[in-house]
């Protein structure tokens, strides 16, 4: 008998003591109207408080098919979430964060959903969403017409953690560094961006604990996405993006160091002490700079397809419902 559940529910969690209980009740609860099987895998990112053990309570419960990965140290959001994909069983994905923001009741809904239009990927939108205006909605808001811009992938809420996948479709994505907030972008990069969609979803306000988040993240959303226009455009490719660089800065140093040579060798002025040269020089080699880091960024992209399956965390122990 094939036990193999058809839906993983992926949840980061990291210092939740007191909401991981109450999100296990609640998955539980919300899932009573699921027809297929399914499995919560809840990722430990390196918790120092008694996260682990309290989750570690329900892995006896009848019916409850749970399984905590504990990562060795605290890799970040990103890296967990990859820790829970990767040890996934289902057909379907579902992620969420383990704040109780996130309304587990949503998943079911989103699971027909997605079925219904036929997607890889359904993005929850917390239309009405419970976080602080200055600090959390406006930022989000600007960050997220700003990604759609330059992404071509147009989404009310990049941020949302709360989102369905295809198993076969999530499992080509490398996530890497804290890019968990582009995976709708990356996704983009190996199905068409016809089959991603929104859907309204539920949101609670933070009732324990602390936001691991503050107004910081708006420079690091900045820099990462700055990263991820260079690898849509360029992943396979980046000796073109520098080449190009390099190629431009060589024909403004050579229409310079040309002006330079009629100008010493026809007319006979004296150009030894005229800072033009000196651009032209800077130029030139800034130009043989850009060519030859293009070419290396080449030798780098082969080695990175090479080892593309080396993970970004170290799991330390792996708790399952088998083992009580």
């Given at each position: 008998m094939d036990n193999t559940p058809d839906l993983s529910l992926v949840v980061p969690i990291f210092n939740e003591e007191d909401s991981v209980g109450p999100l296990i009740e609640r998955v539980a609860e919300a899932m009573l109207?699921?027809?297929?099987?399914?499995?919560?895998?809840?990722?430990?990112?390196?918790?120092?408080?008694?996260?682990?053990?309290?989750?570690?309570?329900?892995?006896?419960?009848?019916?409850?098919?749970?399984?905590?990965?504990?990562?060795?140290?605290?890799?970040?959001?990103?890296?967990?979430?990859?820790?829970?994909?990767?040890?996934?069983?289902?057909?379907?994905?579902?992620?969420?964060?383990?704040?109780?923001?996130?309304?587990?009741?949503?998943?079911?809904?989103?699971?027909?959903e997605l079925e219904r239009r036929e997607l890889d990927l359904l993005v929850g939108w917390r239309k009405n969403r419970q976080d602080g205006l200055f600090l959390r909605k406006v930022p989000s808001w600007i960050a997220n017409r700003l990604i759609g811009k330059i992404t071509g992938v147009r989404l009310h809420d990049y941020g949302c953690s709360l989102k369905i996948y295809r198993s076969s479709v999530i499992k080509q994505v490398k996530l890497m560094g804290e890019m968990h907030r582009f995976i709708p972008a990356w996704v983009a990069g190996v199905v068409p961006s016809t089959r991603i969609g929104e859907m309204a979803v539920t949101h609670h306000a933070r009732q324990f604990g602390a936001s691991k988040y503050g107004i910081s993240r708006t420079f690091r959303v900045i820099l990462d996405l700055l990263s991820v226009?260079?690898?849509?455009?360029?992943?396979?490719?980046?000796?073109?993006?520098?080449?190009?660089?390099?190629?431009?800065?060589?024909?403004?140093?050579?229409?310079?160091?040309?002006?330079?040579?009629?100008?010493?060798?026809?007319?006979?002025?004296?150009?030894?002490?005229?800072?033009?040269?000196?651009?032209?020089?800077?130029?030139?080699?800034?130009?043989?700079?850009?060519?030859?880091?293009?070419?290396?960024?080449?030798?780098?992209?082969?080695?990175?397809?090479?080892?593309?399956?080396?993970?970004?965390?170290?799991?330390?122990?792996?708790?399952?419902s088998e083992e009580t």
């Open positions: 109207s699921y027809q297929a099987g399914w499995e919560l895998i809840l990722v430990d990112d390196g918790s120092t408080d008694a996260t682990i053990a309290n989750a570690k309570a329900y892995l006896s419960r009848p019916g409850l098919n749970l399984k905590i990965v504990a990562l060795q140290r605290n890799f970040g959001q990103t890296a967990a979430m990859q820790a829970g994909i990767d040890a996934a069983k289902g057909r379907l994905i579902a992620t969420l964060d383990g704040d109780l923001q996130n309304d587990p009741k949503d998943i079911p809904m989103m699971v027909s226009m260079f690898f849509m455009r360029y992943k396979a490719r980046p000796g073109h993006f520098f080449g190009s660089l390099g190629l431009g800065l060589g024909a403004f140093a050579a229409v310079i160091l040309l002006y330079l040579f009629v100008d010493k060798f026809i007319f006979g002025n004296d150009i030894g002490t005229r800072p033009m040269l000196m651009v032209g020089v800077v130029l030139l080699l800034s130009s043989v700079q850009m060519i030859t880091t293009g070419i290396l960024s080449e030798m780098i992209a082969r080695l990175y397809y090479r080892d593309e399956q080396t993970p970004n965390y170290i799991i330390g122990k792996t708790y399952t």
